[in-house]
């Protein structure tokens, strides 16, 4: 099995710009999380997906993000417009729903200038 | 959301010695888990406890789970080079609530 895969991995934007990221889950995995991670702010779960249904998004920070899972193995996180104080390493994660163990991508490390 | 306390922050140790890592909080969890993580990469699940009192051996790592299933421990023993890196506790029934990480350098 390939793992959680993310792309991009590096991205460096301007202030203003949209930033997609993208995730596909493990295969068969039926909950996907996204995570934002930061030396501040340690690792913060900003939304999750179970069979491709948002179930929680009390942790996206505000209405400038958002998240789609059109299907079971997909699924992008927009930021518009992007902010400075939006650099981070944002990981997606997966998981059986039986199961919590949550398998975590590489990340995709943001720097918003 | 449940908080968790991960003790200590920083901890640098000569390789061959001991450590220990602590993960503590006034909720009761279902279950706690390890991550490791190291740079560059995502973290990477060691172990889950779920019975409290549980020890779980995984090689030279030793998790332990307390009794009222509040706290936990990692314990290295002759720690190696190769256990460098973020140690993360996470707890939580279907939604995990992350500690803030112990990062463990061991120097050769």
């Known amino acids: 099995d390939a793992g959680v895969i993310q792309s991009p991995r590096h991205e460096v934007t301007e202030m203003g710009q949209e930033v997609t990221l993208r995730c596909k889950p493990i295969?068969?995995?039926?909950?996907l999380f996204w995570y934002r991670q930061t030396m501040m702010r340690g690792l913060e779960l900003l939304i999750y997906?179970?069979?491709?249904?948002?179930?929680?998004d009390s942790g996206m920070p505000e209405d400038r993000f958002s998240a789609k899972m059109p299907n079971a193995s997909f699924s992008t996180l927009k930021i518009q417009p992007s902010e400075p104080r939006d650099s981070a390493v944002y990981f997606c994660?997966?998981?059986?729903?039986?199961?919590?163990?949550?398998?975590f991508g590489p990340g995709t490390r943001l720097t918003v200038l | 959301t449940q908080l968790l306390e991960q003790s200590p922050q920083f901890l640098s140790i000569q390789e061959g010695e001991n450590l220990t890592v602590y993960c503590n909080s006034s909720?009761?969890?279902?279950?706690l888990q390890w991550y490791r993580q190291e740079p560059g990469e995502g973290p990477v699940l060691l172990v889950t406890?779920?019975?409290?009192?549980e020890v779980k051996k995984l090689k030279r790592l030793t998790f332990q789970f307390g009794d009222a299933r509040k706290d936990s421990s990692l314990h290295i023993t002759a720690a190696q080079p190769g256990d460098t890196g973020l140690y993360l506790c996470?707890?939580?029934?279907?939604?995990?609530?992350f500690g803030a990480g112990t990062t463990v350098t061991v120097r050769a």
């Open positions: 994660a997966s998981h059986l729903s039986s199961y919590n163990e949550q398998f």
């Open positions: 295969s068969g995995h039926n909950s």
């Open positions: 997906f179970n069979n491709n249904v948002p179930i929680d």
């Open positions: 909720s009761v969890f279902s279950s």
């Open positions: 406890v779920v019975t409290g009192g």
């Open positions: 996470a707890g939580g029934d279907y939604k995990l609530s």
